[in-house]
């Protein structure tokens, strides 16, 4: 465990294992992260077998991870970085924004319970703001870009017409400025960062920016949600 940890405009986080409590807390945020009620891709994956993985980046890791973990269907949900080499796969180098890597979470899912096209409805919909350019909320920087690294051609060509869709039914207040760049690797991020909403759940920034995309999840997606998240704690070891 890493005794301090400074993150954008925080100070001292502690480690220490809360429950999350899933609260009406959605006001909290600020506008520009405000969950957008969206239609679902008109085009998904026709996926076989009982394993996927899905690439998404969009601000910090913490929030991502937390919304994905709370989906049924994911199967396991890391926080880590993608986009650049491997020697500077670390948060202190990805954060000086110079290193090509995004704060991205590697999500793991079955095709039987939950499709690629939801996925992506759940990340453009309450994960995160994909108007908003090399930033989202109060983290600047490369590091925080919006970003889908596709693992084949098929993510590509349904991600990338899906955002034509969104940006058709003008359903953002800007277009959408995600990017879609090939996978090459994934990189996990310090234990430290793993799991971080759940185990921090008053810390304020989890509180201001994290919390409300849970809520928003719960109220936007009844269907898909689920209360108990999958954790990186709890995952078999490959």
Known sequence: MKPLLFKRRSVLVGLGAMPLLVSSIAGQAGAQERPVVIPPPSRDLDETGNRAVAVF???????VQG??????????????????????????LTTRGDTGHAETVEITYDPALVSFGKLLQIYFSVAHNPTQLNFQGPDIGTQYRSTIFWVDEAQ???ASAYIAQLDAARVFAG?????????????????YHQDFLTLNPTW???????????AALAALFPDEFRAEPVLVGQLPVS
Do not use: M, N
């Not at 980046?57 to 929030?63: E, K, L, P, S, T």
């Not at 994911?74 to 650049?84: D, E, F, I, Q």
């Open 57 to 63: 980046a969009g601000g910090c890791f913490w929030g």
């Open 67 to 92: 919304v994905f973990q709370r989906v049924k269907g994911v199967l396991g949900a890391v926080s880590g970085y993608a986009g650049g080499a491997a020697e500077t796969a670390t948060y202190d």
């Open 156 to 158: 590509a060509e349904i």
């Open 175 to 191: 277009p959408v400025v995600t990017t879609l760049e090939r996978f090459e690797a994934f990189y996990p991020a310090e234990q």
């Open 204 to 214: 304020p920034y989890i509180v201001r920016h994290d919390l409300p995309k849970i």
